[in-house]
């Protein structure tokens, strides 16, 4: 309850539209466990990852579908993907042109 009243969440309805933003981005997560051939639930650590790539270094879908295609069957894939998309941002990669 507490997290909730810290991210401003005190009414049903900023409830509801909480719960569907998390439900829309963990369906965001699993499709890339799935592409990665990760057969396992969503965790927190799964969502760190793709926030940080998406909100914090601002990557978008197509670069992050082409780091994902790139760790496919390597070990511990999204690490993997998270050095790649991370020399990425160092490098001041941005798009894939």
């Known amino acids: 309850m507490q997290k909730l009243y810290k991210l401003g969440?005190?009414?049903?309805?900023?409830?509801?539209?909480?719960l569907g933003d998390l439900t829309a981005w963990d369906g965001k997560?699993?499709?890339l466990l799935e592409k990665l051939?990760?057969?396992?639930?969503v965790n927190e650590f799964d969502r760190e990852f793709y926030r940080t790539?998406?909100?914090t270094w601002g990557f978008n879908e197509q670069v992050i579908d082409f780091a994902t295609s790139l760790s496919?069957?390597?070990?511990n894939a999204m690490q993997y993907m998270n050095k790649i998309?991370?020399?990425?941002k160092t490098?001041?990669?941005?798009?894939?042109?």
């Open 53 to 55: 790539w998406t909100e």
């Open 9 to 18: 969440i005190v009414t049903v309805d900023a409830f509801n539209q909480y």
């Open 29 to 31: 997560v699993r499709d």
């Open 91 to 97: 490098n001041g990669v941005t798009t894939l042109e």
């Open 37 to 41: 051939g990760i057969k396992r639930y």
């Open 72 to 75: 496919v069957g390597k070990s």
């Open 85 to 88: 998309l991370s020399s990425w």
